[in-house]
């Protein structure tokens, strides 16, 4: 569309006569551009700037107007502009062979302007339409594809929801803001905000380096899982070594935070909940553990029952943390993980 804002039409017609009916009821509304054949009106329509709409006569000398239609058709850049044949065939085999390449209507010879006129501004209409449609579709997936991991997105935009499953041998990582509610007290909204911002980027990039999935952030928590929606070979030493990552990073963030991190493996359920806003989540013993191991951590470790010590031990140094008490466990033996001394 040029500066004047008017759109383009493109008249593929071999009769001046027809070309100046059709230019005449046009030029007050829209800009126009003619070809006089076939090969023509390729090279105009194919050009940098392209038709909004094409106007084409279906008999022309050499090629005819199906086949510059289906030629458009093939070819990307032009496949959506909107094609009127003009023809004075009026039978009903011919229309269906133009819709069949890919017309989007006919207007019938001999002209008449008030036709012609309302058939190009109802196409442009819908095309205009659809467009926003279309922006407005990929608009809504960005949205959801940040609101949710990738598959679970794809699952919504095909079937409407998420079917819960349940998962086995996932990692879910726990980590929150040593002394977070002081912070806010003794600091300004925009400060606290802009700085959980700031540490809740770095996750995310980190999480997405060692093959995790982001969960949800509630506060000053963040939760993310391994092995769920996406494979991932060893997730529980993913996961460890993320959690070590996020420690250390937060040093050349210069962010001054200390985090606490917790990792626990096992069967997770996931689902999402909501219609108007949807949460996509995770339920579980695996899930509640994770959560209760970020009260034992330490400084620069993550914290993991014994259980998950013996699986990693090869790979990690453990020093013991002591017990908590968990619910419906009892006392349960909890060890920091650190990466191995070089």
Known sequence: MSSNGKK??????????NVAVVSGVLKDSYRTKVATNGEKALAIATAAEKPNLILLDVMMPGMDGYEVCRRLKDIPATRDIPIIFLTAKTDEADEEKGFDVGGVDYIHKPFSGPIVLARVRTQLALQEALIEAQEAREQADLLLHALLP????????????????????????????????????????????????????IFE????????????????????VAGLLQKVNDPIGSAV????????????????????????????????????????????DTVNVAARMIG???????????????????????????????????????????????
């Open 241 to 284: 070594r993320c959690g070590l990552e996020m420690t250390s990073s937060l040093l050349g963030a210069q962010l001054n935070w200390e985090v606490r991190i917790g990792v626990h493996a096992g069967p997770v359920v996931a689902g999402v909940v909501g219609q108007e806003r949807y949460q996509f989540d995770i339920w579980g």
């Open 296 to 342: 034992m951590s330490a400084p620069g470790s993550v914290a993991v029952t014994k259980e998950t010590f013996e699986q990693v031990a090869s790979a990690f140094d453990g020093e013991s943390l002591g017990t908590l008490n968990v619910k419906g466990k009892g006392a349960i033996s909890v060890f920091g993980l650190r990466a191995h001394k070089k």
């Open 205 to 224: 990039r980190i999480t997405a380096k060692h093959g995790l999935e982001k969960i949800k952030t509630v506060g000053d928590g963040f939760m993310a």
């Open 8 to 17: 383009l039409v493109l008249i593929v017609d071999d009769t001046p006569t």
């Open 150 to 201: 990738k598959k679970a997105a794809d699952e919504i935009r095909r079937i409407g929801t998420v079917i819960p499953r349940r998962y086995e041998n996932v990692a879910v990582l726990f980590c929150d803001v040593t002394n977070f509610t002081a912070y806010c007290d003794k600091h300004e909204p925009e400060d606290v905000v802009s700085r959980l911002d700031a540490l809740f980027i």
